[in-house]
């Protein structure tokens, strides 16, 4: 059966999906517990503790950006032409992430640890990128993307609980003391890691290439090597590639959604712990406990799939941040008061943090498929690597970032590694970069969501405006509610897209914001 012949089922949703096991799964526990295994088990000060997962993301982030263009163009090749141009990438990828349980061995160096982090970074990088693509490869229906979509966020979601859930109960076994305890947990998902990705390469497929594209392919293995200054031109030609991305507007208010959004919840994960033992007095397996309550986001993910479609994105992104915030100043209340029934009081307000957390997590990567089609009526070309490479580099910039920052807050704030009580000064950075840092961030990603327009029924009319371009139809004949459509997307005037030389597009927009 040809690609295009074949159906998105439940089960290839699911397969698909599996990935994001890890995708959930892996950055969770990182996000929530590596800082903490340094500073306490590694004999790391927060500031060694966060520059490795800066600096090693920083670095990931740069080589993640030829991820993308790699996967674009590994059809030139044999290898890609064989196996997939992206599920090649899955391929490899799943005996690589038994390197996941290098990351939790105690006691090594401050380079082991820069390391070993930096390549389980890099061969993350190297899965999620290309198979991220994968709906927009796999079909054009919005509800099967949407479909394929919710699936992957549900299972995001399960790994997510997993992250959170596992960890808690082996510290109880284990003792919260206990180093081997990060160990044993490590293996157990470098495992499931591994397993799902494979599942993910066996249930996934791509589209066939247009005879255009076949033959331009051909002609690019005849003109055979590249000279080693046609080499650089076109890395000259990736980066530029990449810059372009920024100029379609849907694009840029999607990007910035998702970094402040999910930058706030990277500031709240690598603080929460924190918060729980030295701010409220309280154990780290409360903390886990706490963190596990994500489980809700689960049933969460299949009502955010609905009103995806029902709703749109702009109006899942508004519930989901205010009601983080009014989570975080529930915790906020729960620090001054210390009340007699804290922690029941303490598992609803996180309980209720973890419905805005698994909407926030499932909304953008449910935008992403949509966002090509925006940029394929202005250059008239399939970028989805690029794309993934942009947003993969500036979320692992920005969780650089935003680790860094909380790793120096916490040095100056007076923070101890490896003591058993703080200071009233260490506590108080604790508490206050935990809920004000986390809720700034969110009240930003708040504020451009009133503004993004991209929603089932305007991408609707965009893509039939593809198919009507394609055909041969006129831009002169287009009806005024799509120029309109088009024009609020793209960023361009409708006289600038879908050019006959992609050359010839122009960089002017109708409006910056």
Not at 30 to 38: D, K, P, V
Request: include cysteine.
């Amino acid at each position: 059966m040809s690609a295009k012949d074949r159906k998105v089922t439940l089960k290839t949703s699911i397969g698909f999906g599996l990935t994001d096991i890890m995708g959930g799964g892996a950055f969770t526990i990182i996000g929530a517990w590596l800082l903490f295994f340094f500073t306490t088990f590694a004999g790391l000060s927060p500031v060694q503790a966060a520059s490795i997962i800066a600096i090693a993301r920083i670095v990931d982030a740069v080589i993640s950006l030829f991820v993308g263009s790699i996967s674009d163009n590994l059809l030139k090749y044999k290898i890609g032409r064989k196996f997939g141009r992206r599920r090649f990438f899955l391929l490899i990828g799943s005996p690589l992430m038994l390197a996941y349980v290098l990351l939790w061995v105690s006691g090594m160096s401050y380079w082991y640890y820069l390391l070993t982090f930096l390549l389980f970074e890099v061969i993350a990088a190297m899965v999620l990128i290309p198979w991220e693509t994968l709906p927009s490869e796999m079909t054009k229906d919005f509800n099967e993307r949407t479909q394929m979509s919710t699936a992957r966020m549900f299972l995001s979601g399960t790994g997510t609980f997993l992250a959170t859930f596992v960890p808690g109960q082996i510290l109880a076994v284990l003792g919260q003391d206990n180093s081997y305890a990060f160990l044993i947990n490590g293996a157990f998902f470098a495992i499931l890691f591994a397993v799902c990705i494979f599942i993910s390469y066996k249930s996934t497929w791509e589209r066939e290439l247009t005879p255009e594209e076949e033959q331009a392919l051909a002609q690019q293995s005849m003109e055979g090597r590249k000279s080693f200054s046609d080499s650089l031109k076109e890395v000259g030609e990736v980066l530029k590639g990449y810059i372009t991305t920024f100029k379609i507007k849907a694009f840029r208010k999607h990007l910035g959604i998702y970094i402040f959004s999910f930058t706030a919840k990277d500031v709240f994960n690598a603080t929460f712990v924190y918060f729980c033992v030295f701010a409220l007095g309280q154990s780290s397996t409360l903390g886990a406990n706490l963190l596990s309550l994500s489980a809700i986001g689960i049933p969460i993910t299949i009502l955010a799939g609905y009103l995806m479609i029902k709703l749109g994105p702009a109006n899942l992104f508004k519930i989901s941040y205010s009601t983080m915030i009014i989570c975080l100043v529930g915790f906020y209340v729960v620090y001054l008061t210390k009340p007699a029934l804290m922690i029941p009081l303490l598992f609803v307000i996180a309980g209720l943090y973890q419905v805005g957390r698994s909407i926030l997590e499932f909304t953008p990567w449910n935008v992403f498929p949509f966002i090509p089609d925006v940029d394929e009526i202005v250059t008239k070309q399939r970028r989805e690597g690029l794309f993934a490479a942009v947003m993969t580099f500036a979320r692992k910039s920005s969780v650089a970032v935003a680790t860094m920052a909380v790793g120096l807050l916490l040095e100056f704030g007076g923070f101890v590694e490896g003591a058993a009580a703080q200071s009233t000064q260490a506590i108080s950075t604790i508490v206050y970069t935990m809920v004000i840092a986390t809720a700034g961030l969110l009240l930003v990603s708040l504020g451009i969501a009133f503004t993004f327009k991209l929603n089932r029924n305007t991408h609707d009319i965009l893509v039939n405006e593809i198919d009507r371009l394609k055909a041969g139809g006129l831009k002169s004949d287009v009806d005024s509610e799509t120029r309109e459509v088009v024009e609020n997307l793209t960023g361009y005037n409708y006289d600038e897209v879908w050019m006959d030389n992609n050359d010839e597009v122009k960089t002017s927009k109708m409006e910056i914001a």
